[in-house]
């Protein structure tokens, strides 16, 4: 105990007459032995204390200052430290702008939030500023979005304003930029933003943050991360722009990581929820991009494609998401003689029969942009050109309307080379069909302005009837929803 009395503040405080009229005392940092004793009777020796720091200092988790109601003390004393919650708080107001004491609060309050049951927006709000202010500072950096995981995960985001909740992402994909190298603070953020609230719901630059995941994705070889990270780029490529898209998909190193997680599950024979989320953002990135349709030919993807389709036989969802995206290719005429292969041909007439409707119709969909460019670019051996036509006619025709939207589109102008008044009716057929069972898509029809294409079909002598009856009903749809 002798180290007490050599102690400068251990000396001042014991004399307990000093400086009656004190009201804060502040011994954060203070790294020399502090006895408890002499602090705690010197505190209720001065009724007018207001305010007690001790930060990193001896005392920070003695028992007497972590339930200060319990003891003699001043009414309403603030005390800042790291102890419990509310010492928490305080030092995270009080201390803004030290970093030193910032990480170490923040750090504890990540121990204490781990299994947080109930939402607190408090601890939210607090978390924010300071990460802010030190932006550059690793440390804070890395406690700081380990709070914000604990804070919004599962459901507690729920009770965040969206505005606070936009500035937490912002934030988080700084942290991102500004420490690209650093493992668990990238992991910490897509743990953040792996969230269907922030993804659906919340402004950010997704374009900024889909790039900044793919970055991740490529920098580390994580199950975990890699899961998070294609879930999120899944949802986040059907949210930027065509030109976005192109941007993102068309960088060689993204898309072959992202057939490099397919090829592994191929190898594997694993159909696993990597592997579906993978499947989607290479379906989304592909839309209405020519630019990434190149880049996954160039990168291998149709042979590979063509493999998933064999290796998960029968699996709908993946089925689905492969044709799908092989469809946006189909889309682009420059590409579709990539697509002109044998072995797809036989998958696809099989396919074309499936007992769910998704499956048939992107199928379909193929069959139909293949066969649109005319019998010369059909290169195909094993299926002649017309007996495809005849079972894409049959598919079509055994459709049931869908429940429930099957796919989200982003313009119909693919649609329009498919409903010229020459084209063969088969290939008109799949594509009135798709545009009639989109209802809410009537406005983006008229925009883009396919009611005059459906009228030529009506009005020209040689269009097969059941085109210019499916046609009609388009527009009377469109006259119903006030287009």
């Not at 003891?71 to 919650?85: E, F, H, K, M």
């Not at 459901?155 to 500004?178: D, F, G, Y």
């Not at 594997?268 to 996954?296: M, Q, Y």
């Not at 080379?417 to 009135?432: G, I, K, S």
Request: aromatic content about 8%; some cysteine.
């Amino acid at each position: 105990m002798h180290l007490q009395h050599n102690c400068p503040v251990n000396e001042l405080l014991e004399n307990q007459n000093i400086l009656p009229e004190l009201v804060m005392l502040d011994v954060s940092g203070w790294r020399e032995f502090l006895s408890r004793h002499i602090l705690q009777q010197f505190i209720q020796t001065h009724p007018k204390f207001k305010f007690l720091g001790i930060v990193l200092c001896s005392v920070t988790f003695d028992p007497v200052f972590l339930n200060p109601d319990g003891v003699d003390y001043p009414q309403n004393l603030v005390i800042a430290g790291l102890g419990n919650t509310e010492q928490i708080k305080v030092t995270l107001r009080k201390y803004k702008e030290r970093s030193n004491y910032i990480q170490k609060a923040l750090y504890h309050l990540f121990q204490l939030t781990n299994n947080l049951g109930v939402s607190s927006p408090e601890f939210f709000y607090l978390v924010l500023p300071v990460m802010e202010t030190h932006s550059g500072k690793f440390g804070v950096q890395m406690a700081a979005t380990a709070c914000l995981y604990n804070l919004t995960r599962s459901a507690l985001s729920k009770n965040i304003h969206p505005r606070a909740l936009s500035k937490a992402v912002n934030l988080t994909l700084l942290a991102m930029e500004s420490f690209p190298g650093e493992f668990q603070l990238q992991k910490n953020s897509l743990l953040i933003l792996c969230n269907d609230r922030i993804l659906q719901e919340i402004h950010f630059d997704k374009f900024r943050c889909a790039k900044l995941v793919l970055d991740a994705l490529c920098q580390f070889n994580d199950i975990n991360m890699n899961r998070m990270a294609v879930a999120i780029c899944s949802i986040l490529a059907a949210k930027v722009s065509t030109e976005e898209t192109s941007e993102l998909g068309a960088k060689p190193a993204y898309m072959r990581k992202l057939l490099e997680m397919v090829q592994s599950r191929v190898d594997s024979k694993l159909s696993d929820i990597t592997l579906k989320f993978t499947l989607s953002a290479l379906w989304n990135l592909t839309d209405e991009s020519a630019a990434t349709c190149t880049v996954f030919l160039e990168q291998g993807g149709a042979i590979l494609f063509l493999n998933v389709l064999k290796t998960f036989k029968d699996d709908s969802a993946i089925e689905t998401k492969v044709l799908g995206l092989l469809n946006n290719i189909a889309e682009v005429m420059k590409l579709r003689h990539s697509l002109m292969l044998d072995s797809l041909m036989n998958e696809l007439h099989i396919l074309l029969k499936s007992g769910n409707i998704d499956v048939s119709y992107f199928a379909a969909g193929i069959v139909a942009h293949l066969a649109s460019d005319g019998e010369e670019q059909w290169t195909v051996s094993t299926h002649s050109r017309s007996k495809m036509l005849v079972e894409l006619k049959n598919a079509v025709s055994q459709w049931k309307v869908p429940d429930s939207e099957m796919v989200a589109y982003r313009s119909f102008k693919p649609f329009f080379p498919l409903l010229r008044v020459d084209m063969d009716y088969q290939v008109q057929l799949w594509a009135v069909w798709a545009i009639h069972h989109q209802k809410r898509y009537c406005q983006m029809l008229q925009d883009e302005s396919g009611h005059i294409l459906l009228k030529d079909l009506i009005n020209y002598e040689e269009s097969h009837p059941e085109i210019q009856h499916i046609s009609s009903q388009i527009l009377k749809t469109m006259d119903a929803n006030g287009v």
